[in-house]
């Protein structure tokens, strides 16, 4: 029999790389998805005949057990969540009943429906927020700066909980920002490589950004979803960073994508706005992953500048269609 797992926000960038992952390993892939107005697929097309999809809802605990019932999952991967922190000021109850609260809602789901499943938990390294040490580590204290950064710390310790209260198999992966094609375009890598490969198809004259020296430790979201599938593959459940203990800023960002985009100086096409930088800026995330590598054999195997450069190359091959 092959195993069978349950990813919620199948349709997102990490939903999506998990999923074909998975089929690689012979699953058989459940994804949950909300019914709303907007809901795009384009992400898990190419693999739409080879998954089956449920609507669902992380605010609607029927719908979770009734999810968890028809897909008889043996791994869930909860990675839907209000993914963007800057919406979560603007819409920060949400974000909690989401991010936060909606965690809860699945543990009791599993608990009632499946509780021999493992659970993987999609924690943040926002949660780190005005970091109290550098690098960061599963040791290192909490303190989140926005409202997705403390409705991630609640889905964290509610993990935590149900995994020492109830004995199941729930763990967190502690995942820094990962980028890939995939990335939305509200994210700033994303939105570097696509006006790079706009500005150089002549379809857009500039790009507005705001702190260029905001620093994050990127990673690419494929090699990620890889350390996601390793943790449920532990007889122990635990939490990991998964990192690459290495940062750059967004200025490095922009260089790379206009040099990989053949328009040289990008300063002539950056215009800097002030209203675009955050409320509260997280200080220097970067993680140390050495715990991941020592148990499950992980480590980043793309770098930043590869990473950077295979984003614009897709972005230019998108445009040109």
Sequence with gaps: MPKSALITGITGQDGSYLAELLLEHGYEVHGMVRRSSTEKFDRIEHIRDRITLHQ?????????VDTLRASTPDEIYNLAAMSYVATSWVQPTLTAEFTGVGVTRILEAMREVCAEARFYQASSSEMFGKVLE???????????????????????????????????????????????????????????????????????????LGN????????????????????????????????TNRTNSVRECVEIAFDEAGLGDWEPYVDLDPNMVRPAEVDQLIGDYSKAERDLGWKPQTSFEDLIRLMVRSDLELLSR
């Design 56 to 64: 669902g809802d992380l605010l609607d605990q029927r719908s979770l």
């Design 212 to 243: 260029l020296d905001a620093e994050r430790d990127w990673g690419y979201a494929k090699d990620y979803v890889e350390a996601m599938w390793l943790m449920l593959q532990q007889d122990r459940a635990e939490d990991y960073v998964i990192a």
């Design 134 to 208: 550098v690098p960061q580590t599963e040791a290192t204290p909490f303190y989140p700066r926005s409202p997705y950064g403390v409705a991630k710390a609640y889905g964290h310790f509610i993990t935590v909980n149900y995994r020492e209260s109830y004995d199941l198999h729930a763990t967190s992966g502690i995942l820094f920002n990962h980028e890939s094609p995939r990335r939305g375009l509200e994210f700033v890598t994303r939105k570097i490589t696509w006006h790079a490969a706009a500005i150089k198809l002549g379809k857009l004259k500039r790009l507005g």
